[in-house]
T-cell receptor, first 109, second 112 residues
Framework: GQSLEQPSEVTAVEGAIVQINCTYQ??????LSWYQQHDGGAPTFLSY????GLEETGRFSSFLSRSDSYGYLLLQELQMKDSASYFCAVALGGFKTIFGAGTRLFVKA | NAGVTQTPKFQVLKTGQSMTLQCAQD?????MYWYRQDPGMGLRLIYYSASEGTTDKGEVPNGYNVSRLNKREFSLRLESAAPSQTSVYFC???????????FGQGTRLTVV
């Protein structure tokens, strides 16, 4: 079967750096995405990695190691508004994309 | 630019009733998706449509049917609703499988 594992909760202080890990076991892999979802809202796209390495977009960076079936999302200079759930998602063959259960990030003042 | 629009936003059904969730996108995307989100379980793919005229099953298709009416619209039908289908349903669209997916605001469905 397919599985994506990520921590259920992470807590960090405003201004700090936090890393959210994602490991996956899937049949087929085209890339790893990250989405943010605030309570009651819709998921919004943050990043996509198809190749190994680090992708940087402002305060957010995402890393992928295909050989280790592992990726992470790095959030820098944390702000209160970053408190949300973060989902990793794997694009499989045939246009399927499956999501992890999500990591709830709490940012404290 | 509305993006992805879902209707209705909220719905309460009785067990055995049927309903159709509507989704439309105005970004000229080829691919559209229906997900359900339950607490602690992330998003699970119900059905998807890679392009106009095609539909395929996702992870949890039982109890649902879909129609890709045209390039803009992708509907999800519950023929005989069950309490296990109480969930938040999201429609999404993307240009391709390896590009950003845009989500609608969700339909909160309760089956009693």
């Amino acid at each position: 079967g397919q599985s994506l594992e990520q921590p259920s909760e992470v807590t960090a202080v405003e201004g700090a750096i936090v890393q959210i890990n994602c490991t996956y076991q899937t049949s087929g892999f085209y890339g790893l995405s990250w989405y943010q979802q605030h309570d009651g809202g819709a998921p919004t796209f943050l990043s996509y990695n198809a190749l190994d390495g680090l992708e940087e977009t402002g305060r957010f960076s995402s890393f992928l190691s295909r050989s280790d079936s592992y990726g992470y999302l790095l959030l820098q200079e944390l702000q209160m508004k970053d408190s949300a759930s973060y989902f990793c998602a794997v694009a499989l063959g045939g246009f399927k994309t499956i999501f992890g259960a999500g990591t709830r990030l709490f940012v404290k003042a | 630019n509305a993006g992805v629009t879902q209707t209705p936003k909220f719905q309460v059904l009785k067990t055995g009733q049927s309903m159709t969730l509507q989704c439309a996108q105005d970004m000229n995307h080829n691919s559209m998706y229906w997900y359900r989100q339950d607490p602690g379980m992330g998003l699970r793919l119900i059905y998807y449509s890679a392009s106009e005229g095609t539909t395929d099953k996702g992870e949890v298709p039982n109890g649902y049917n879909v129609s890709r009416l045209n390039k803009r619209e992708f509907s999800l039908r519950l023929e005989s609703a069950a309490p296990s289908q109480t969930s938040v349903y999201f429609c999404a669209s993307s240009e391709a499988r390896d590009t950003e997916a845009f989500f609608g605001q969700g339909t909160r469905l309760t089956v009693v």
